[in-house]
């Protein structure tokens, strides 16, 4: 319900109106590695229906056979039998979001299989004031890539039972879900992109890229800047210099760093100008509409931006 619920007035999913195929691979009975298995032959027949995006809300560390069991150093992206299907189903053009584990409050507190997955954008639980959720498992994995890679609602995150009520729960496995479908309202806005490209995106937007930690990751993604930059991207196959986001209200980024970049007002007076920039910061303009001119080797480029 995370994903596809919609309960008027009480709960809408972050993707109501996308199409879905529900797979069980757990056994609940039980724990043990043949489950891996049935996940992987899970991500096989999604991809023979061509889904994009596969939403994991389970994971795996420990096995009632004491012998199976993960330790830290397993946790590489490499050795889990699912962690491996995973990276052969991003291949196939897949995104994956996974639930990053409950684990956090643990002696060992670490990311579960497959969240370990080289691409698999692991997903960490916050409550609704965007502070980290104890229980949420931290990274990084046993290479020491960052995970998990970004964050969502997972303390007191909504959700319709079975019977139609509305309930709150706690977990990993919230959070996933609602930042799958954020992600599968981003591709279908930008369908071009390839599944590496739009997790790239994801990650880019979210607020702790620049300086990731073991709990948050690279944090919480914007998803309007995601969306500015997907659409940016998708321009730039036929425009080498785009600005975004455009309108803006500060802060313009350009794709490629240029040569000159001018900014002039309404009535023509050059009001800004910079050279071999890949982003200008335009906080202190007044609000209103400006003409630029991009000046880049023997290639010049025009275009008009708004300041909000």
């Known amino acids: 319900s995370t994903l596809a619920g919609y309960v008027e007035g009480q709960l809408i999913g972050s993707a109501p109106d996308a199409f879905y195929y529900l797979f069980v691979t757990e056994d609940n009975t039980s724990e043990n590695p043949v489950e891996e298995s049935y996940w992987v ?11 994009d995006i596969i939403s994991t809300s389970l994971g795996y560390l420990d096995y009632d056979n004491a012998s199976y069991t993960y330790s830290y150093a397993d946790l590489d992206g490499q050795t889990a039998f699912m962690s491996r299907g995973a990276d052969i189903a ?15 409050n643990h002696e060992e507190p670490y990311i579960n299989v497959p969240a370990d997955a080289i ?9 609704a004031n965007e502070q980290y959720a104890s229980f949420s498992s931290i990274g990084p994995s046993a290479d020491g890539r960052v995970k998990p890679d970004v964050m969502a609602q997972g303390f007191l995150a909504t959700y319709a039972g079975v019977d139609g009520s509305i309930s709150m729960g706690n977990g990993t496995s919230f959070a996933a879900p609602i930042m799958a479908g954020a992600v599968a309202c981003l591709w279908q806005a930008a369908p071009s992109k390839t599944n590496a490209e739009i997790m790239q995106i994801v990650k ?9 930690n073991d709990q948050y990751g690279y944090g919480i993604p914007d998803f309007s800047t995601a969306l500015a930059a997907a659409l940016a991207l998708a321009e730039a196959e036929h425009n080498p210099f785009v600005l975004y986001p455009n309108p803006t ?5 350009l794709l490629t760093t240029v040569g000159d970049i001018r900014l002039y007002n309404a009535l023509g007076q050059e009001v800004y100008k910079a050279h071999a920039v890949n982003s200008i910061n335009i906080e202190k303009l007044p609000a209103g509409f400006y003409s630029y001119v991009i000046l880049s080797g023997r290639t010049t480029q025009s275009g008009k931006l708004i300041k909000q």
């Open 90 to 104: 991003f291949t196939r053009g897949m995104l994956l979001v996974t639930a990053a584990g409950n684990d956090g």
């Open 119 to 127: 691409n698999t954008l692991a997903v960490g639980a916050v409550d």
């Open 204 to 212: 880019q937007s979210a607020d702790r890229y620049n300086n990731p």
């Open 249 to 253: 209200s500060g802060v313009v980024y």
């Open 41 to 51: 032959e899970a991500a096989e027949m999604a991809d023979s229906l061509g889904v």
